[in-house]
């Protein structure tokens, strides 16, 4: 086998392959070539290869996100790494493992005019869970040599390093962050950011591994139940008559069928699901804004909870954010084992557990079950609400909302369905869809840089087919995505081109404007029809509800590229629609 001849980049290649990372994207460059090199050569090892970082970092991403274990992103010096910085925030926030292997520059070369060089330690800040700066591997001549014949160690403070590393022993040191690092992404799922100095020669290989780490034992994921705090809220759940449970993000088939119709079979719980929870029942209340939204203060005082317990990431609804931060519960406990946060302004407790820990921990010690007609009446608005929903899409004209409808029935049996954010979300929020069908959005940071590219990863490795939605800003702004050999046949994008950030349109300003139009809006005549032709997919063109309907009867049929459907809807009907249907729905 062919390895980088540099200790340090064979350290970090080795480590990899014992903490079982598999799946390494890399971003091309002449300073991370050892890495290169070391990952490319072995067949553990799935390689990617891919130009933009910052696409780079969001597929990689994506194939965090469906495999729920570290990916490596590989990239050179300077601003290379920058470019990673989006979707390590999102990471962040949606607690998935993400590890940065950033080559550098040597110490001495770092502020002397040097190309491609910046300052690349702690570079992400407080939005990485560890960070690390490896040291530079020592040359045998530098070992045994005198000052004159170490032409590196030219300053106090390398030679101070210099005496350092030969205390603790360089090796070792690089053996242990690694590990640290490594270990930390998997065990708090996060992104972590190991930076890695060589020095110049970058291309030389060996045969031969010149290392031997030492053996350690991975660490296992541990909770830990504290049952004082369980017996601790028992009194007050038993008693309370009115308890919402709220899911925001959280990972498909994750959550055991049991606890779930636990859940639904005490009529004092209301489950409020958001799309991206992928919790279902028929008596959970997806689709929240149609209940929030065209609510009273005598109603949102019947529906004011004693106890919201939440489960989950981030809540993409403003409508159901807006009445729990005015009509406050009394107690909010929050069930996860990272995060949890402070969203209504009135958590009193983090239980760091898993939901399912929780559930079988908290459930068979609830001995007294409350009466009460609290999920009685809410399914009864529901009903009504659901019906006028049906009632509303029949009176309108085509526009984004007659679009989601049409293009939400007809995703996939089985299939995996992954949201840009902005409207997009927003929209399919509004729609209730089938059990069988995943959905997935970045809603740690929910910005629209990055969600085709983290789309692609997620279906290059997940064994259910794709759709992708998403506006036309988030599209374009992401186009250097579709820059990609890896994309599957079978994925397929609806892009909703309605000329501009129509949510905008939605918010409280002064629209229909030059002013508004111009640097709110962002009007454009942009469509996608030339990034198809350049990047291979399938290109299809809709306007009306008829050529919408009569695209979607074979653009899920099996083709030898993947396809884009570009549905065109007018800018300046969209608002109102949407702004009555709430209306019209009460």
């Known amino acids: 086998m062919t390895y980088s001849n540099i200790p340090l980049s064979q350290t970090v290649v080795t480590l990899c392959k014992t903490h079982n990372v598999k799946h390494i994207i890399i971003s ?19 390689c990617y290869s891919i130009v933009d970082e910052r696409c780079a970092a969001f597929f990689a991403l994506g194939i965090a996100q469906q495999l729920q274990e570290p990916v490596a992103v590989v990239c050179t010096s300077g601003s290379a790494l920058l470019n990673y910085y989006p979707a390590i925030s999102e990471a962040y926030y949606s607690n998935i493992p993400l590890v940065v292997l950033s080559a550098d520059r040597p110490k001495y070369l770092i ?3 040097d190309g491609q060089t ?21 040359k045998e001549e530098e070992h045994h040599g005198t000052d004159e014949e170490l032409p590196i160690l030219k300053s106090i403070e390398n030679k101070l390093e210099h005496f350092l590393g030969l205390q603790k022993g360089i090796q070792t040191y690089n053996e242990s962050e690694v590990h640290e690092a490594l270990t930390i992404s998997r065990i708090k799922s996060g992104p972590v950011h190991i930076n890695i100095p060589f020095e110049e020669p970058l291309y030389d290989t060996v045969d031969e591994l010149t290392i031997n780490p030492k053996p350690f034992s ?15 809220l028992l009194d007050v759940w038993q008693a309370a008559k009115r308890k919402m449970v709220l899911v925001g993000v959280h990972q498909p088939n994750s959550i055991e069928e ?22 279902h029942h028929p008596d959970f209340f997806p689709g929240i804004d149609k209940i929030i939204a065209p609510l009273g203060d005598e109603e949102f005082k019947a ?7 939440t489960f989950g990431g981030l809540v993409v609804s403003k409508k159901i954010k807006a009445f729990l931060r005015n009509y406050k519960p009394k107690y909010h406990w929050h069930v996860d084992l990272f995060r949890a ?8 407790k983090h239980i760091k557990l898993s939901a399912n820990t929780f559930f079988a921990t908290f459930f068979p010690r609830i001995t007294v079950h409350t009466k009460s007609d609290y999920k009685t009446y809410w399914l009864a608005v529901r009903q009504r609400r659901r ?11 085509f526009s984004d909302f007659t679009v989601f409808d049409a293009v939400l029935r007809r995703i996939p049996e089985q299939s995996q369905l992954q949201v840009g954010n902005s409207s997009a979300i927003r929209y399919t929020q509004l729609f209730q869809l089938r059990n069988d069908v995943t959905v997935f959005c970045n809603r740690g940071t929910s910005g629209i840089d990055g969600s085709t590219s983290t789309a692609i990863g997620a279906a290059v490795v997940s064994k259910k087919r794709t759709t992708f939605i998403t506006g036309d800003l988030s599209f374009f702004y992401d186009s250097n995505a579709l820059w990609n050999n890896y994309i599957p046949q079978s994925f397929r994008i609806i892009l909703i081109n309605n000329q501009g950030g129509g949510i905008f349109r939605i918010l409280p300003g002064h629209k229909n404007t030059e002013n508004f139009d111009m640097y709110f809006e962002t009007k454009h005549q942009l469509t996608a029809t030339q990034l198809c032709d350049m990047y291979g997919f399938d290109y299809i063109k809709a306007t009306d509800d008829t050529s919408l309907n009569s695209a979607l009867e074979s653009f899920y049929n099996a083709s030898e590229r993947p396809k884009l459907l570009e549905v065109f809807t007018p800018s300046t009907r969209n608002d109102e629609i949407l702004l009555n249907y709430f209306k019209f729905i009460k």
């Not at 300052?119 to 990485?128: A, D, L, P, S, T």
């Not at 079979?265 to 919790?279: K, Y």
């Open 387 to 397: 019906k006028r929903h049906e009632d509303y899409i029949k009176t309108i004209p």
């Open 303 to 309: 529906l004011q909870p004693d106890i919201l317990l």
């Open 111 to 113: 502020d002397i005019g």
């Open 258 to 279: 049991q606890w779930l119709q636990e859940l639904a079979n005490d009529g004092s719980i209301l489950v409020f699901t958001e799309t991206t929870s992928n919790w």
């Open 28 to 46: 091309p460059g002449s300073r991370n070539a050892p890495l290169t090199i070391g990952f490319t050569n072995d067949d553990f090892f799935e």
């Open 218 to 232: 991975l660490k296992d994921r541990k909770e830990t139940v504290d049952d004082f705090e369980i017996e601790s």
């Open 118 to 138: 910046i300052k690349q330690k702690n570079v992400y800040g407080e939005h990485v869970l560890y960070s690390t700066n490896l040291k530079l591997d020592l």
């Open 341 to 348: 946060n402070d969203t209504f302004f009135s958590l009193d």
